[in-house]
Antibody, heavy 119, light 107 residues
Framework: EVRLVESGGGLVQPGGSLRLSCGGS????????MTWVRQAPGQGLEWISGISASDNSIFYADSVKGRFTISRDNSKNTLYLQMNSLRAEDTAVYYCAKGSYTNSFECQHWGQGTLVIVS | DIQMTQSPSTLSASVGDRVTITCRAS??????LAWYQQKPGKAPKLLMYKTSTLEDGVPSRFSGSGSETEFTLTISSLQPDDFATYYCQQHNSSPFTFGQGTKLEIK
């Protein structure tokens, strides 16, 4: 069974930093693209960043470009999101998701999410 | 960036109804369109990708169609479990944007 577990969320002050992690199990982590999606309270889904299986392709939404950094450690089956210069509008539940292929950014499986509050 | 626009934003329907949700892309995305279902307090669930490829375990009452810039999600006969919010997402090019969502409510 595919399982994704996010961690690292919490309360942070504006301008602060946080690093989210997403551990994957039940699949060959190094074979799949991974994505971060967030959802502000009461709002819709916002795609924010994706990384291909071999991390040679990395993408960001304009809203986080230059502040957030996605990375992965395939030896640890873990995806990361380093978030710097956090703003109130970054407050959201952050989900990691697995694609269906090495370079495919639809979100086939999702974690349960981790809440980030910037205040 | 490609903008994704869903309509309607809210849809009221009854069990047994056939419903259709539309998603329009601001530029062509070929067939690279996915649909998700989300229930309150839960992570989204992939229903289908590449316009019409049904994810494993998704009931056959869900279907998708379209190409280029206009796409539809159809539920052939609404079941009580289908009342939720639905999102489209283009997975053609970065940023892989979502639509704003369609809330399907019980009439």
């Amino acid at each position: 069974e595919v399982r994704l577990v996010e961690s690292g969320g919490g309360l942070v002050q504006p301008g602060g930093s946080l690093r989210l992690s997403c551990g994957g199990s039940g699949f060959i982590f190094s074979n799949y693209a991974m994505t971060w999606v967030r959802q502000a309270p009461g709002q819709g889904l916002e795609w924010i960043s994706g990384i291909s299986a071999s991390d040679n392709s990395i993408f960001y939404a304009d809203s986080v470009k230059g502040r957030f950094t996605i990375s992965r450690d395939n030896s640890k089956n873990t995806l990361y999101l380093q978030m710097n210069s956090l703003r109130a509008e970054d407050t959201a539940v952050y989900y990691c998701a697995k694609g269906s292929y090495t370079n495919s950014f639809e979100c086939q499986h999702w974690g349960q999410g981790t809440l980030v509050i910037v205040s | 960036d490609i903008q994704m626009t869903q309509s309607p934003s809210t849809l009221s329907a009854s069990v047994g109804d056939r419903v259709t949700i539309t998603c329009r892309a601001s530029q062509t995305i070929s067939v690279w369109l996915a649909w998700y279902q989300q229930k309150p307090g839960k992570a989204p669930k992939l229903l289908m990708y590449k316009t019409s490829t049904l994810e494993d375990g998704v009931p056959s009452r869900f279907s998708g169609s379209g190409s280029e810039t206009e796409f539809t999600l159809t539920i052939s006969s609404l079941q009580p479990d289908d009342f939720a919010t639905y999102y489209c997402q283009q997975h053609n090019s970065s940023p892989f944007t979502f639509g704003q969502g369609t809330k399907l409510e019980i009439k």
